[in-house]
């Protein structure tokens, strides 16, 4: 089975900085996608990343950009110039490709954006 | 437009009762999902359908019936409510087919359900 993990519960960080939000998966499987979803107080879940583990490439999307180590099994989320509106639950997500596109999710990292 | 829509937003019922959350994606994806949020936010899986056929059934009790009457919605009815069931149902899709360096696996989720049951 696929754990996913994050180990901090709760994270701030001042507007303008940059955070790092850390999780590591558990799993047997060669192929498989990694996403963050963020959950803001609105209580929607949106895609902020997704990273295939055949890529080497790390990927990014404006602000977000992710460090993936697949021999670690981390995939930690970075956030540059930290904006008010990034305040949300952030959620790693793992998917084996050949499960049904089944997810799962981490405990989640509260994240608190300070003016 | 919305792509993953659920309704209702909130459900408010006394335990004993039975209740429906219907959900409707536009996004012509082949699979969708029910979710279920506890109070400390860990989203847990419940079924997945794939163009009307149930394909994950986790460990959910028999009181929980997921409906798929076509690949574009799937309605969750559950029977018998206990004060345990109260939590946030998300619905998700996601197109099933893999294609490499493709975006079709992403799952898009609604806007949830708040379900309190009293």
């Known amino acids: 089975a696929q754990t996913v993990t994050q180990s901090q519960p709760e994270m701030s960080v001042q507007e303008a900085e940059t955070v790092t939000l850390s999780c590591t998966y558990d799993?047997?499987?060669?192929?498989?996608?990694l996403f963050w979803y963020k959950q803001p107080p609105s209580r929607q879940m949106i895609l902020v990343i997704r990273q295939e583990a055949y890529k080497q490439q790390n990927a990014t999307e404006n602000r977000f950009s992710v460090n993936f180590q697949k021999a670690a099994k981390s995939f930690s989320l970075k956030i540059s110039d930290s904006q008010l509106g990034d305040t949300a639950m952030y959620f790693c997500a793992f998917m084996n490709l050949w499960s049904g596109n089944q997810f799962y999710f981490g405990t989640g990292t509260s994240l608190t954006v300070i003016p | 437009d919305t792509a993953v829509s659920q309704t209702p937003k909130y459900l408010v019922t006394q335990m004993g009762n039975d209740k429906s959350i219907k959900c409707e994606q536009n996004?012509?994806?082949?699979?969708m999902y029910w979710y279920k949020q506890d109070s400390k936010k860990f989203l847990k899986i419940m079924f997945s359908?794939?163009?009307?056929?149930?394909?994950i059934n986790e460990t959910v009790p028999n009181r929980f019936s997921p409906k798929s009457p076509d690949k574009a919605h799937l309605n969750l009815h559950i029977n018998s409510l206990e004060l345990g069931d109260s939590a946030v149902y998300f619905c998700?899709?996601?197109?099933?087919?893999?294609?490499?360096?493709?975006?079709?696996?992403?799952?898009?989720f609604g806007p949830g359900t708040r379900l309190t049951v009293l």
């Open positions: 998700a899709s996601s197109q099933r087919r893999f294609e490499w360096g493709g975006a079709k696996d992403t799952q898009y």
């Open positions: 359908y794939n163009n009307k056929e149930l394909i």
């Open positions: 799993t047997s499987e060669n192929n498989y996608y």
């Open positions: 996004l012509g994806h082949d699979t």
